[in-house]
């Protein structure tokens, strides 16, 4: 996957993939590496909302706002 996707588009293949293999009707092996696009997505995802988070952190600590904690969602 070396194409440069925003969140966005990387989030829309994503939600494809999801719809996809509830469909259930897909053979193993090409729901495996539908699976495995789709984590790739879902760790691209995380990261761009990571890196957004790390920015919005410095941003408000910047701005002496310093008790600005983001809590992770498990």
Known sequence: MAEK????EAMNKLEKIVVRLEEGD????EALEIYKKGIKYSKL????LKK???QLTKILTDDGEEDFLLQEED
């Open 52 to 54: 957004a988070e790390q």
């Open 5 to 8: 996707l925003t969140f966005e």
């Open 45 to 48: 995802c995380h990261d761009k």
């Open 26 to 29: 897909i053979p193993l092996e």
